[in-house]
């Protein structure tokens, strides 16, 4: 399935050989893509719901009301700076220290969300179409939402950090997303120069938000996770797959 808004800006055609948009002077040459930044949560592994919940109730511990729906709005950005948001928000006692506060409440959601992400399973299909990327000469890299000690505890697990050039953190970077920090973070990590040669991958508003702010050849949606198919529309992207299992066949032009 593939539905683009940045085919009105002719700067997105066929994943495989995109032309570039002419802004004036000599042609430049099509540069193939080259990495691959895919989120984590819903992307890569699966999304059972645990994590709205979990925010919900380290701040509730502490006494900092939210939301689901609050909650929900944010997915896909800095878990730190969801609960400083909320932290921010909150009617708290005089010279409560609300940086301090933060850091105690994500320590525990921290502790909470390693212990169930013990168990969730990669998403169906994901770690063999890392396979058939990598031996195709594609370089991948994740992006998340999480902080070091989270997705470390993932990879392990898994096994996974053999097929990563760069695996950024959202604690390795002042902003998250929707601002482009992350990627740009990621194609220096794995030594890859131009926007146009990156292709982001991602099952939330902000994944896409953040792949457009930065500027990418291709921004990816994909099905496995929160966003669904009228939420993801709405985002400008290059195209909309089922799940990054679809990827392989994506990026060979047959989708």
């Known amino acids: 399935m593939e539905i683009s808004r940045r085919q009105s800006l002719k700067r997105v055609g ?44 380290s701040l509730a511990h502490h006494g900092v009301e939210s ?78 939402g999480f902080d070091r000690p989270i997705i470390t505890s993932i990879f392990d697990r898994l096994g996974w950090n053999v097929y990563f050039a760069a695996v950024i953190c959202s604690d390795d970077v002042k902003q998250g997303r929707p601002s482009p920090y992350m990627l740009f973070h990621a194609m220096e990590t794995a030594g890859v120069n131009s926007v146009a040669e990156v292709m982001a991958v991602g099952d939330t508003p902000l994944d896409l938000q953040a792949g457009w702010n930065a500027g990418l050849r ?8 929160v966003g669904t198919a009228e939420s993801l529309k709405k985002e400008p992207h290059t195209h909309i797959v089922r799940s990054v299992a679809d990827l392989p066949a994506l990026l060979a032009g047959k989708l």
Not at 28 to 34: E, Q
Not at 218 to 225: N, P, T, Y
């Open 67 to 144: 939301t689901p729906q609050e909650i929900n709005r944010r997915r896909g950005a800095s878990k730190r700076e969801v609960i400083r948001h909320f932290v921010g928000e909150q009617s708290l006692a005089a010279g409560t220290d609300r940086e301090k506060l933060t850091d105690v409440i994500y320590a525990e959601f921290t502790a909470e969300v390693i212990a169930v992400y013990r168990t969730v399973p990669p998403i169906e299909g994901s770690e063999d179409a890392f396979r058939q990327l990598r031996q195709r000469g594609f370089l991948l890299a994740t992006t998340t």
């Open 218 to 225: 291709a921004v990816v949606g994909v099905l496995s996770g």
């Open 14 to 57: 066929a994943v495989a050989g995109i032309s570039s948009l002419a802004l004036g002077g000599p042609a430049r040459a099509v540069l193939p893509i080259k990495l691959i930044v895919l989120d984590v949560g819903g992307t890569i592994i699966a999304d059972r719901g645990d994590i709205p919940e979990l925010l919900r109730r």
